[in-house]
């Protein structure tokens, strides 16, 4: 199996609470520098991100990341452990910027299932193929 996918709740900060979202967070061995996340209210997607794995692994330990995605550890109210995610993309009306907070457990749970697809540092692209698809277009 080179594929798996991990669903979790994430919250997202607003302005006097979180706001929990269900999140698809997936890793394909044919990609495997990438882990993508899908971000649903409902059945609706609101966001489609791909992140760096191993800068969503590092963000786990310390701060990473700049532009458009950050990550760093948190600590909330309660005690447990947190990936604070900053995220800012563009929209028809500017800039728009949202920052969510996932349970760093599940996400420490999602990391190792993709760890036993491809291990770090085994991590290669067949730039022929990628070369060949990208002429393609």
Known sequence: ????????????????????????????G???????AVFFDGPTVLARWHFDRQMLAEGLRTPVGE???????????????????A???PSTDGERNAVLFVEARALEGFLEQ????????????????????????
């Open 67 to 85: 532009g458009d995605v950050a990550f760093s550890p948190h600590r909330a109210a309660g005690g447990d452990d947190e990936l604070r995610v």
């Open 1 to 28: 199996m080179s594929f798996v996918s991990a669903q979790t709740v994430v919250r997202l900060d607003a302005e006097r609470c979180r706001v929990p979202l269900r999140a698809r967070f997936s890793y394909d």
């Open 87 to 89: 995220l800012r993309g």
């Open 30 to 36: 044919e990609d495997p520098y990438v882990v993508q």
């Open 114 to 137: 993709t760890y036993a697809i491809t291990d770090v540092g085994e991590e290669s692209l067949d730039l022929d193929r990628l070369l060949e698809e990208f002429l393609a277009r």
